[in-house]
């Protein structure tokens, strides 16, 4: 019984039925009596545990060595030129100047920035 209790598609297949098959779809040794140039499709793979082959010594042997430097992150760090006045010098090298008169200004002292 299926879960739940339910046939759901259950199907019956009789030794006859098989060997029909067999006629029609042939095996893995045997072409197709009906069909022409068929051939059952066959598992590429004899083995299909895939951690036993990438951990068997002929695996293992070909591989070349782990870089380590890969491991490592070597993500630069992304700056707010709009907090950081050092990035903001270098997009704009005016920009300092520019927030010393803003600083000046602010404070009471009117002083215009120097023109060059």
């Known amino acids: 019984m299926a879960p739940g209790g339910h046939v759901g ?12 098959l067999d006629k029609i779809y042939g095996t893995v040794t045997k072409k197709s009596e009906v069909k022409s140039d068929y051939h059952v499709p066959r598992p590429m793979m004899t083995t ?33 030129p709009l907090k950081n006045i050092n990035v903001m010098a270098k997009l704009n090298p005016y920009a300092p100047i520019q927030k ?6 602010a404070a009471g002292k009117v002083v215009k920035p120097a023109k060059k």
């Open 48 to 80: 299909t545990d895939i951690t036993k082959i990438m951990n068997s010594r002929e695996v293992q042997g070909a591989l070349r060595p782990r870089k380590m430097e890969c491991m490592k992150s070597k993500k630069k760090v992304k700056r707010n």
């Open 9 to 20: 598609r259950f199907a019956l297949w009789t030794e006859s039925a098989f060997t029909e």
């Open 100 to 105: 010393r008169a803003n600083i000046r200004r």
